[in-house]
């Protein structure tokens, strides 16, 4: 079953804050987070295990709270290069192969 | 350079009409999935691979096959494209994690497919 991200959209200033929801009605191994630009592939952003963990990459964060099932990503001071559409991947078992992603979220960064 | 890479990168096709888009990588995975993109609904997985042999539906599989002969090849099997298969495909490949769940996930660059 496919996590809900929420918001769908947002629209931000240059410098403005985000936070990005992953939703999962099962129980997760991990979660992945991934951004993409119009017209190219996804490519990754990082993975949270089960365990709560807390991760982060240069003003992209994410957290994993395992007993909600959900994750969020922060984006802090957001930069143009941040607009694309985010989406979550969730693992629900490991040694698998099996993502399931969510429907995406899509940012705009404007000046 | 590692990469995943797909072929054709464009396609357009008549209803039934059987076609087959590659799939390779050279970074030894043992791990291959394809996935549709269609607008709103995100990527949804259509076939898995854990490895040679191994392979096993995703969420959308109807209309779909795949084979996994080789570790580096994941081909994608339309045996009577509809037109409700137009879409975006994308395969990608991964590793397991040091503790066992799936690692980063590399993407190829899409095979536009509209069948008509």
């Known amino acids: ?47 949270l295990l089960k365990g709560g963990e807390q991760k982060g990459h240069d003003k992209i964060s994410a957290s994993f709270n395992e007993k909600k099932q959900q994750s969020s990503l922060y984006l802090t001071a957001s930069q143009l290069s941040y607009s694309g559409t985010y989406f979550c991947g969730t693992e629900r078992s490991g040694n698998t192969g099996k993502l399931i992603f969510g429907q995406g979220t899509t940012l705009q960064v404007k000046p | ?9 464009y396609l357009i096709t008549v209803t039934g009409k059987k076609l087959t888009v590659t799939c390779s990588q050279n970074m030894n995975h043992e791990y291959m999935s394809w996935y549709r993109q269609d607008p709103g609904l995100g990527l949804r997985q259509i076939y898995y691979s854990m490895n040679v042999e191994v392979t096993d539906k995703g969420d959308v599989p109807e209309g779909y096959k795949v084979s996994r002969k080789e570790k580096r090849n994941f081909p994608l099997i339309l045996e009577s494209p509809s037109p409700n298969q137009t879409s975006l495909y994308f395969c990608a490949s991964s590793t397991s994690d040091p503790l066992g769940g799936t690692d980063t996930q590399y993407f190829g660059p899409g095979t536009r497919l509209t069948v008509l």
């Open chain 1, 1 to 47: 079953q496919q996590p809900v991200q929420s918001p769908q959209a947002v629209i931000l200033r240059e410098g403005e804050d985000a936070v990005i929801n992953c939703s999962s009605s099962k129980a997760l191994y991990s979660v992945h987070w991934y951004r993409q630009k119009h017209g190219e592939a996804p490519v990754f952003l990082m993975i």
């Open chain 2, 1 to 9: 350079e590692a990469q995943v890479t797909q072929n054709p990168r």
